[in-house]
């Protein structure tokens, strides 16, 4: 009866962050309801701007305070009629270029961008020249005479009766 | 010998690298504003909600703005620092009270002073996206033509303040 008692308990604990994880989706529904288009739209656009206070996220997947504001700038300014390139712009004018999760491509962000296929080539030219190295090495190996072969499967196998 | 040198070498580029980029202060992103006209705005005032304070009204001389909230703690640790500087009478401090509800923000300034001239009050926070905050507290230094000079992310500290803010109130003064 104990144990019913502590599992129980345990469900009640478990259930709370869920049952608040249902507000926030509620009031997100509603919002949505009201256009999904349109939220569609702003949650498209949101994923292409990094939250500032959680730099690793976009302000579409955060929901730190400043994200659900920059959210809802965007989809006001949405509704005002703007384009997605206008919005951008305005959030880079204020932000900086570090607010697109994407960087730009530009001289300063080429190494960013194609280091790794640098990367990439320059591993590909150090495999391909030890391939290289390596079968000239294995051209001029020394070939073994009949006898010699022998002599090295006796070896291998353990009983070298040359010396034993 | 090559043997050594090369991984040697690749050791050292990677200290410097690492070096290099872990003290760099990944929370500080250098602001587009810096030498641009400083947002305009029309917000009413903390203390006063009937008036209003609009930046284009301080033209001509050099102030300072300073974003701040009652919830953030490290406003109220920045707070007797610029209660200090206020008195000093360097530079008209302003103030930008952020997200705050009217009546905690009036009552920090009644507990810890009130260094600043004047408040604005930005309750949803608007005004503070256009000026591109994004961490309180945050002080702008603005010029007499109503440019952005400077933005100190985060909290002020006595070494900021003496080493680099006076000294450049002082230049923009032209003093």
């Given at each position: 009866m104990v144990h019913r008692k502590w599992i129980f308990a345990l469900f009640l604990f478990l259930s709370v962050p869920c049952a608040l994880a249902d507000t926030v989706e509620t009031t997100q529904k509603a919002v949505t309801q009201n256009n999904p288009e349109l939220e569609k739209r702003v949650m498209d656009l949101s994923s292409?701007?990094?939250c500032l206070v959680c730099q690793n996220q976009t302000i579409a997947d955060s929901n730190a305070e400043l994200a659900i504001d920059l959210r809802n700038q965007v989809r006001e300014k949405m509704q005002q009629g703007q384009s997605d390139q206008e919005i951008l712009d305005y959030m880079v004018k204020r932000?900086?270029?570090?607010?697109?999760f994407n960087p730009l491509v530009k001289s300063t962000t080429w190494l960013l961008w194609f280091g790794p296929l640098l990367l990439l080539i320059l591993g590909l030219g150090i495999l391909i020249f030890n391939l290289r190295k390596r079968r000239k090495l294995m051209q001029h190996a020394p070939v073994l005479s009949a006898e010699e072969h022998t002599r090295a499967a006796s070896l291998l196998s353990g009983n070298d009766e040359a010396h034993s | 010998m090559n043997r050594f040198l090369i991984p040697l070498g690749i050791f050292i580029v990677l200290v410097v690298f690492l070096w290099v980029g872990l003290s760099l202060n990944p929370r500080e992103i250098p602001s587009p504003?810096?030498?641009?006209t400083a947002p305009a705005f029309e917000l009413p005032q903390?203390?006063?909600?009937?008036k209003t304070i609009r930046p284009e009204d301080l033209h001509g001389k050099v102030w300072l703005l300073n974003i701040w909230a009652s919830w953030c703690v490290t406003c109220r640790e920045e707070h007797p620092l610029l209660v200090e500087l206020a008195q000093k009478n360097i530079v008209p401090i302003y103030g930008?009270?952020?997200?705050?509800q009217r009546e905690e923000g009036l009552a920090l300034l009644r507990e810890s002073g009130d260094p600043y001239i004047l408040s604005a009050y930005d309750h949803d926070g608007k005004v503070g996206i256009d000026w591109g905050v994004y961490g309180v507290p945050e002080t702008f230094v603005i010029d007499k033509s109503g440019l952005i000079r400077h933005k100190f992310i985060g909290a002020l500290t006595p070494e900021l303040i003496q080493n680099k803010l006076i000294p450049l109130v002082k230049e923009l003064n032209g003093a």
């Open positions: 292409h701007l990094r932000y900086g270029e570090f607010v697109l | 504003l810096i030498n641009k903390l203390h006063e909600p009937n930008l009270n952020y997200k705050d």
